[in-house]
């Protein structure tokens, strides 16, 4: 039985700066707001806590990264969905890919409408040059969207046919930016030639043990590798949020719903580190 959606303590803002090689100077700077798996959670009495929140935050660009709703007892109208996109939208661009819970909800289509009307970006297996101007200078970020694994009916290698597809539309860019529900699928972004991933999912491991992690996660069970945080491999960062709700389980222990701001930086000796 999924857990309906009660009242909760705003989350805490999880930072990072990730270096980049070969990063444009117009790009030195770039933030954006990552926003993951609210699974219809309301924050505060009103559940207001949340969107006013955020409005102490600057970012140059929202990622919302899956399972905004909590499957089949989701509506279009969800009103904790649509209370934190009207919070966000119109101070940045904000693009949008599904979770696994989209693809359970009964009326999602309705909420992507929704969200589109609110000048949300839903990127589905698609690719999009956003271009951004700092200091004089401008730059293009290549931002990439790729539906759950639950649109590919769990088939990896049709999902990186379609990851590889979608960044040869944006070939061009100094920047690859991908927007991902599923950490576990880390090799494959790699492969592809992303540079920054950011995904959810793992909702942390639900329970951490210190010195140990994550229990469990949804798609890696058991003590998962992929449980939050950041991960580095070759020229690739990935970004875990943690998320904001719950789905199945009802409680989170020693891991408090987040936020995440990821900064970027040109690596001052010109490496990944």
Same mark, same amino acid.
């Given at each position: 039985?999924?857990?309906?959606?009660? @009242?909760?303590?705003?989350?805490?803002?999880? &930072?990072?700066?990730?270096?980049?090689?070969?990063?444009?100077?117009?790009?030195?700077?770039?933030?954006?707001?990552?926003?993951?798996?609210?699974?219809?959670?309301?924050?505060?009495?009103?559940?207001?806590?949340?969107?006013?929140?955020?409005?102490?935050? %600057?970012? +140059?660009?929202?990622?919302?990264?899956?399972?905004?709703?909590?499957?089949?007892?989701?509506?279009?109208? +969800?009103?904790?969905?649509?209370?934190?996109?009207?919070?966000?939208? @119109? &101070?940045?661009?904000?693009?949008?890919?599904?979770?696994?819970?989209?693809?359970?909800?009964?009326?999602?289509?309705?909420?992507?409408? %929704?969200?589109?009307?609110?000048?949300?970006?839903?990127?589905?297996?698609?690719?999009?040059?956003?271009?951004?101007?700092? @200091?004089?200078? &401008?730059?293009?970020?290549?931002?990439?969207?790729?539906? +759950?694994?639950?649109?590919?009916?769990?088939?990896?290698?049709?999902?990186?046919? $379609?990851?590889?597809?979608?960044?040869?539309?944006?070939?061009? $860019?100094?920047?690859?930016?991908?927007?991902?529900?599923?950490?576990?699928?880390?090799?494959?972004?790699?492969?592809?030639?992303? +540079?920054?991933?950011?995904?959810?999912?793992?909702?942390?491991?639900?329970?951490?043990?210190?010195?140990?992690?994550?229990?469990? $996660?949804?798609?890696?069970?058991?003590?998962?590798?992929?449980?939050?945080?950041?991960?580095?491999?070759?020229?690739?960062?990935?970004?875990?949020?943690?998320?904001?709700?719950?789905?199945?389980?009802?409680? &989170?222990?020693?891991?408090?719903?987040?936020?995440?701001?990821?900064?970027?930086?040109?690596?001052?000796?010109?490496?990944?580190?």
């Amino acid at each position: 039985m999924l857990i309906p959606p009660i @009242a909760a303590d705003p989350p805490a803002v999880t &930072r990072y700066r990730l270096l980049l090689n070969g990063l444009p100077p117009a790009l030195h700077g770039f933030t954006i707001l990552q926003l993951s798996d609210l699974h219809s959670q309301a924050f505060g009495p009103n559940g207001d806590a949340l969107p006013r929140m955020l409005t102490d935050l %600057r970012f +140059d660009l929202t990622a919302l990264t899956g399972d905004l709703i909590n499957g089949r007892r989701s509506r279009y109208h +969800d009103t904790p969905a649509l209370q934190l996109v009207d919070a966000v939208a @119109a &101070r940045a661009p904000a693009y949008y890919v599904t979770g696994n819970h989209e693809w359970s909800a009964p009326h999602a289509e309705m909420l992507f409408a %929704r969200l589109a009307e609110r000048g949300v970006r839903l990127l589905r297996n698609e690719a999009e040059l956003l271009e951004h101007s700092s @200091a004089g200078m &401008r730059s293009a970020v290549g931002v990439i969207g790729m539906d +759950d694994l639950m649109y590919f009916n769990r088939n990896r290698r049709e999902f990186a046919a $379609a990851l590889e597809r979608a960044v040869q539309h944006v070939a061009g $860019a100094e920047l690859r930016v991908l927007l991902s529900h599923r950490p576990e699928l880390f090799p494959i972004y790699c492969r592809c030639g992303i +540079d920054v991933a950011l995904t959810g999912h793992s909702h942390g491991g639900q329970i951490r043990i210190p010195g140990v992690g994550g229990i469990f $996660a949804p798609g890696q069970g058991l003590l998962a590798r992929y449980d939050g945080g950041l991960f580095r491999e070759g020229r690739t960062q990935m970004v875990i949020s943690r998320g904001l709700g719950r789905s199945i389980f009802p409680l &989170r222990i020693n891991n408090p719903p987040e936020v995440v701001v990821v900064e970027l930086a040109a690596h001052p000796a010109g490496r990944t580190k």
